[in-house]
């Protein structure tokens, strides 16, 4: 399998005859308009876009939002953006940034932050509750504009996180919204457009974990025994610094990560390097969270016992679901039952990666290859490739467990609310959105990121159902993509259902069909990988809310070159 994955990557490569020419562009472009290149200065957000006319973005700050004395909140907190200190590794500690959050009204279990991490902190609310947010900016980078989105929320278009209300250091926006959304995992990040990848990259990232009755009278396994796992990867310089693009892989290399997404070689689970989670001998429920730049994760454990799974992105699956892996892109969830009844103390087992193909079949110019060619520095998805195998986290069975063995898992939970495609006002004319790549940009039909604007193939109508086919075009003649890159899109405001996926190009087959087992397609979904060439079509629902919301690919290196718009709901 392996070896079978080098030959492949390094017949793209040898194919690849353009090489020198492909980096004469490059510099020339690097010296431009290349986005990531220019650190400190990276919120002038129309990075990578020299085609068409310059579009303004935000370039100034939105002024914030006070509260509204009108509004009742249940739950009222302060959340800010900070700059910190944390240990991680031996010596020096690592700067960060993250969310340090406080719970002005509610209980104080609102709120857990993990120690010594910048993931965090992860907010439980219950469906129903009007919710409070009072976001300050307190990154000490004064470009630093940042705004906080709710993924998988279903949410007014002024309380989203739009990339346009992205607010300056020491101004607070103040969000207030009622929690409409189903029971389960979902997550807040940073999203000003240009920036978010090195936001979020820096640590900016918690969890938002809802509740509801349906839920709670199923007794799944609770407090401690309830732990969310958020799974990134990271690079560190020699001093023990988070190194991003820019900051020592060399240009060419920091251009190659900005087109195809940052991939770094430490594997982190909730903000920790070498994660352990030490576990008693019962019933887990494990809240999974993918908060990488663009890595995918093909999930399993180490000894092959099969996962369970009883929730995606929107919330609980009907019944559990068996899989031997799990396919986890950028910005999906899944949740996992795990009964480590079984075990005996002093047991371990791995959370790993597995071998796959095909999410990455840019070819790589050869002078990136290696550092003995004396022309380039080491390329920066090297180190730990995409596809490569890797341990994700060690489980020790630390303790007996009173109730061991003593839990079932319920056969059914709570009934997924599904859409019927004969509701669809264009069942059999999906509305398209065709992804490809074009003198260095990244495109939704044809297009780029262009701010407030949504076209008019992107107007919806309130309370309507619609099929939408997304399609990732190979596009052969363009130097980046001969054979294209998977994007992770993401639909904000809305959980919708996966009804078909098709593979264009026969020869991508055999990549396909090393992750396609581990799509959760049966759950609801705000956040699915589409692979090259591949057409998947979805079925959404538009309700309560009109107004402008983004759609992405959640690779937050083609986010921020421009692989994002707005669609309006009207
Ligand atoms: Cu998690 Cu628009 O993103
Ligand atoms: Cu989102
Ligand atoms: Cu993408």
Redesign the pocket.
């Known amino acids: 399998m392996k070896n079978k994955l080098i030959t492949r990557r390094r017949l793209l490569r040898t194919s690849f005859s353009g090489s020198l020419l492909f980096l004469a562009g490059c510099a020339k472009s690097a010296t431009t308009t290349m986005p990531g290149m220019n650190h400190g200065n990276m919120n002038h957000g129309n990075m990578g876009q020299r085609s068409s006319a310059a579009t303004p973005m935000a370039m100034t700050a939105h002024p914030g939002r006070a509260l509204n004395p009108a509004f009742t909140p249940d739950v009222d907190i302060a959340l800010s953006a900070i700059q910190t200190d944390i240990v991680l590794l031996p010596g020096k500690a690592t700067q960060v940034w993250k969310y340090d959050g406080q719970v002005i009204k509610g209980e104080a279990s609102i709120i857990t932050q993990l120690p010594n991490s910048s993931i965090g902190p992860i907010i439980r609310l219950k469906k129903g509750q009007k919710v409070r947010v009072r976001f300050t900016n307190k990154l000490p980078d004064k470009n630093a504009h940042s705004v906080v989105h709710w993924h998988g929320l279903h949410l007014p278009e002024d309380m989203d996180g739009h990339p346009r209300i992205a607010i300056a250091p020491d101004s607070t926006y103040t969000y207030e919204f009622e929690v409409k959304d189903r029971a389960g995992t979902y997550w807040f990040h940073p999203h000003p457009h240009g920036e978010t990848a090195r936001q979020v990259f820096r640590g900016l990232a918690g969890l938002l974990i809802v509740s509801d009755a349906e839920e709670q009278a199923l007794g799944l396994p609770s407090g401690e025994f309830d732990v969310p796992l958020v799974i990134q990867d990271r690079t560190f310089n020699a001093d023990n610094q988070l190194q991003y693009l820019g900051t020592g892989a060399g240009m060419m290399g920091s251009m190659m990560a900005q087109m195809m997404?940052f991939l770094g070689d430490k594997i982190l689970v909730n903000g920790r390097i070498n994660a352990e989670l030490a576990v008693a001998t019962r019933a887990y429920r494990l809240r999974l969270l993918n908060g990488s730049n663009s890595r995918i994760y093909k999930l399993a454990w180490s000894d092959g016992t099969p996962l369970i799974v009883i929730g995606t992105d929107g919330g609980l699956l009907d019944k559990a679901a068996q899989r031997n892996y799990v396919t986890l892109s950028p910005g999906e969830r899944v949740e996992l039952f795990a009964d480590f009844s079984k075990r005996n103390v002093g047991d371990s087992l791995k959370l790993v990666s597995m071998v796959f193909e095909g999410a990455e079949n840019v070819p790589v110019p050869a002078a990136y290859q290696s550092q003995s060619s004396g022309m380039m520095p080491m390329a920066m998805n090297e180190a730990l490739p995409m596809g490569h195998a890797f341990d994700v986290m060690t489980v020790k069975v630390a303790r007996d467990d009173a109730q061991r063995g003593s839990y079932t898992l319920p056969s059914a939970f709570s009934p997924v609310p599904r859409l019927k495609i004969g509701d669809a006002i264009n069942a059999a004319r999906p509305r398209t959105f065709e992804?490809d790549h074009v003198m260095m940009n990244?495109r939704i039909n044809g297009k780029q990121w262009e701010g407030d604007i949504a076209a008019p193939e992107e107007q919806v109508k309130l309370n309507t159902t619609e099929v939408w086919e997304f399609v990732n075009k190979l596009n052969l003649k363009e130097m980046m993509d001969p054979m294209g890159?998977a994007?992770?899109i993401h639909i904000h405001g809305v959980q919708f259902q996966v009804i078909e996926r098709k593979l264009a190009v026969p020869e991508l087959q055999s990549g396909y069909d090393t992750v396609r087992a581990g799509f959760m397609d049966e759950g609801l979904k705000d956040t699915f990988l589409l692979m090259p060439s591949e057409r998947v079509k979805v079925l959404l629902h538009f309700s309560d809310f009109t107004g402008k919301f983004v759609y992405h690919?959640h690779?937050l290196e083609?986010e921020d070159q421009g692989?994002m718009r707005n669609y309006q709901v009207q």
Do not use: K, S, T
């Open positions: 997404g992804i990244w890159m994007h992770p690919c690779n083609h692989l």
